[in-house]
Nanobody, 117 residues
Framework: QVQLVESGGGLVQSGGSLRLSCAAS????????MGWYRQAPGKQRDMVAT???????NYADSVKGRFTISRDNAGNTVHLQMNGLKPEDTAVYYC???????????WGQGAQVTVSS
């Protein structure tokens, strides 16, 4: 079992910045890729950014150049630095962790990010 706790959401004006963090606990050695997903009202949950234990990253086209995902050396905390925020970035952001068991993923409780125009 892996537990994920997010922090850092909030309200910001367009063009502003926020930093999300996600701390994992539990069977930490089993965690492989970690990432952030987001879900706006009435829409599906979409990938924002992912990072492997080795540090390889992947970003959604809509956030490239504005968001940066990073992971601490132990691999158990992941951050999402969000710059140049736009109203369309408004969503609940969920931390995700994959583990060594294929098809098994864990989710955090979600952090609300609201960008006002």
């Amino acid at each position: 079992q892996v537990q994920l706790v997010e922090s850092g959401g909030g309200l910001v004006q367009s063009g502003g910045s926020l930093r999300l963090s996600c701390a994992a606990s539990g069977i930490l050695f089993s965690i492989t890729t970690m990432g952030w997903y987001r879900q706006a009202p009435g829409k599906q949950r979409d990938m924002v950014a992912t990072i492997t234990r080795g540090g390889s990253t992947n970003y959604a086209d809509s956030v490239k150049g504005r968001f940066t995902i990073s992971r601490d050396n132990a691999g158990n905390t992941v951050h999402l630095q969000m710059n140049g925020l736009k109203p369309e970035d408004t969503a609940v952001y969920y931390c995700n962790a994959g583990v060594t068991i294929p098809g098994v993923h864990y989710w955090g409780q979600g952090a609300q990010v609201t960008v006002s125009s």
